[in-house]
T-cell receptor, first 112, second 107 residues
């Protein structure tokens, strides 16, 4: 059984740029959720994807967008990067109808 | 509002000691999970525990859903137990996290 994987591990961008983060769900899982974790805080829900559609969204602006592909992998896109977007971005997968989520290793984004 | 609160925020133990971490959650939160965040940032699943008690080695957890709290017990702590422990509860389909308990186990 393959766990959740994310790429890249680290990323440095400058303010105003755009970034794409990638996530492959655990084998058999069809639902992917994205979280942002600022330093010293708990993760905050960004959005969830199921059947290639956004299926719930937290309090994040539209410049945070995503995609899910037929193989259930997902992308998180952030446009017009701001300094406050610097954080650890975590992807979690689950099976629809099951409540337990499993997390990937995260992508650490630094915006200069 | 939707809340998950953890206590204590920080905990320092001597190796071999036992500890209890607490998670209180509001009415709209359920299906608790406990995680250990490793030094590289990955959240490692410890327990999925909507109610009742589970044990896994030196760790155990109890959730009393009717009283809106969950406890994580660590017995005979080891230095490798150090890190941040998070509880997260489901609300409207996704996890709401507490701010974590930072555990430091000294040799």
């Amino acid at each position: 059984e393959t766990g959740v994987t994310q790429s890249p591990t680290h990323l440095i961008k400058t303010r105003g740029q755009q970034v794409t983060l990638r996530c492959s769900s655990q084998s058999g899982h069809n639902t992917v959720s994205w979280y942002q974790q600022a330093l010293g805080q708990g993760p905050q829900f960004i959005f969830q994807y199921y059947r290639e559609e956004e299926n719930g969204r937290g309090n994040f602006p539209p410049r945070f967008s995503g995609l899910q592909f037929p193989n259930y992998s997902s992308e998180l896109n952030v446009n017009a990067l701001e300094l406050d977007d610097s954080a650890l971005y975590l992807c979690a997968s689950s099976l629809a109808g099951h409540n337990e989520q499993f997390f990937g290793p995260g992508t650490r984004l630094t915006v200069l | 509002g939707i809340q998950v609160e953890q206590s204590p925020p920080d905990l320092i133990l001597q190796e071999g000691a036992n500890s209890t971490l607490r998670c209180n959650f509001s009415d709209s939160v359920n299906n608790l999970q406990w995680f250990h965040q490793n030094p590289w940032g990955q959240l490692i699943n410890l327990f999925y525990i909507p109610s009742g008690t589970k044990q896994n080695g030196r760790l155990s957890a109890t959730t009393v859903a009717t009283e809106r709290y969950s406890l994580l017990y660590i017995s005979s702590s080891q230095t490798t137990d150090s890190g941040v422990y998070f509880c997260g509860g489901r609300s409207q389909g996704n996890l709401i996290f507490g701010k974590g308990t930072k555990l430091s186990v000294k040799p």
